[in-house]
């Protein structure tokens, strides 16, 4: 039995949180035994994880990089569970990681950069760099992310491992709910609906500022078309402001956070992100499984999940003209959005898989395994695992 400890820092329902959940719902049991600390967790989505018999662990939040009482506490746990392997990711999961695992002498310790951190200071990018010299394997998210690794920090190729996300297979939509939901919503039969999810938190990184700028061209051009934004944070009193001054109210609709988002999915005809900056763009492989064509900003991973002039478009970031250009050139052509959709979901089902991730992360799991009781306990491997 392989025990794995993964830290990492709120669960709510991010990316992060999603592919601990996935692992917790299709690691094989009879060979992995998994247990997650957080440092705080909203909603139920821990609730989620810990159904498929997975503890879960909230020690709350951090004050600081060396908080002692925290770290303590993650050190008991680790006395008590024993891993093979500690696996820490997003800030606070890398630094609990990566500094127990080895004060407690873990065998492995496996750290992953789930940003495109392109404006992390010197002083960021160092500690970084510090922390990762006492792990077996780093992963990143994305292309971006290793890049980031391999360029910036200057990190080995062979240290470095590249391991994409994966999601589970969206639930099929009702035509009868998607029906209700557009009469719920006033959007007529005519009307094309432009759609994006994403957490309302910081415009600086999601810029649903740009896209509803976007959105009134297209309206000022009198064009069929609805805005549904799925999300929740401190900016959305800001985006509806904005709506307003814009006197967009009968055009856009804020659906709050909506943790069925398959159901919005599947109202709408396009989908854009146009972050200014995106380790992967999760959300952009969830819309590739519904078939939609995309809108997206050139930046991060996203530029890696959608091919330009293939299932969508890639438009440079803060580039409101652009975006709006693109997004009326697919509400004008159907038989477009559906080549860039069918295209799309072809490439998501070969490569944005939650199977295939956590396959991957499988592998990588029990090669470290094998290959450290090999080459320090040689005759440990078997009676350690098992224990």
């Known amino acids: 039995m392989i025990r794995v400890l993964n830290i990492i820092e709120t669960i709510s329902s991010g990316g992060v949180e999603r592919r601990?959940?996935?692992m917790a719902k299709l690691?094989?049991?009879?060979?992995?035994?998994?247990k997650i600390i957080c440092t705080n967790s909203y909603g139920s989505f821990a609730d989620e994880?810990?159904?498929h018999g997975v503890e879960v662990i909230e020690i709350g939040s951090l004050t600081n990089f060396l908080d002692v009482k925290q770290h303590l506490k993650v050190q008991k746990i680790i006395a008590n569970f024993k891993p093979h392997i500690i696996h820490g990711a997003i800030f606070e999961g890398v630094t609990m990681a990566a500094i127990n695992g080895f004060w407690k002498r873990v065998p492995i310790i496996i750290l992953e950069e789930t940003s495109d951190p392109q404006t992390r200071s010197w002083k960021g990018n160092l500690l970084m760099k510090a922390l990762t010299l006492l792990a077996h394997k780093v992963i990143g998210v994305s292309p971006a992310a290793t890049n980031y690794l391999i360029n910036t920090l200057k990190i080995g190729k062979n240290k470095v491992a590249l391991i994409t996300n994966g999601i589970a297979t969206p639930r099929t939509v009702s035509l009868d709910e998607t029906i209700?939901?557009?009469k719920q919503l006033n959007i007529s039969e005519h009307e094309i609906v432009i759609g994006s999810i994403g957490r309302m938190t910081d415009d600086a990184n999601k810029r649903f500022s740009d896209l509803i700028n976007a959105f009134a061209i297209l309206v000022k051009k009198q064009l069929p078309v609805k805005l549904i934004l799925v999300g929740d944070g401190v900016e959305k009193k800001k985006y509806i402001q904005q709506v307003q001054n814009l006197g967009l109210q009968k055009q856009v609709f804020f659906a709050g956070y909506q943790a069925d988002t398959s159901l919005y999915y599947s109202i709408f005809d396009v989908f854009s992100l146009?972050?200014?900056h995106e380790s992967f763009g999760l959300v952009l492989a969830e819309a590739m499984f519904h078939k939609l064509p995309i809108v997206a900003t050139k930046v991060g991973g996203m530029k890696y999940i959608v091919d330009d002039k293939e299932t969508g478009f890639l438009v440079e970031k803060y580039d409101?003209?652009?975006i709006a250009s693109k997004l009326e050139t697919l509400c004008e052509n159907k038989q477009l959005r559906q080549e860039f959709g069918q295209k799309g979901f072809l490439k998501a089902t070969q490569n944005y898989t939650e199977e295939r991730y956590v396959n991957t992360i499988k592998e990588l799991y029990s090669?470290?395994?094998?290959?450290h009781f090999r080459t320090v306990q040689p005759d440990k491997i078997n009676k350690t695992t098992q224990q």
């Open 180 to 182: 209700m939901l557009k």
């Open 274 to 276: 146009v972050s200014s």
């Open 320 to 322: 409101v003209k652009s």
């Open 49 to 51: 994880i810990r159904k």
């Open 367 to 371: 090669n470290l395994v094998t290959r």
């Open 27 to 34: 690691l094989d049991k009879s060979t992995f035994e998994l």
């Open 20 to 22: 601990r959940l996935s």
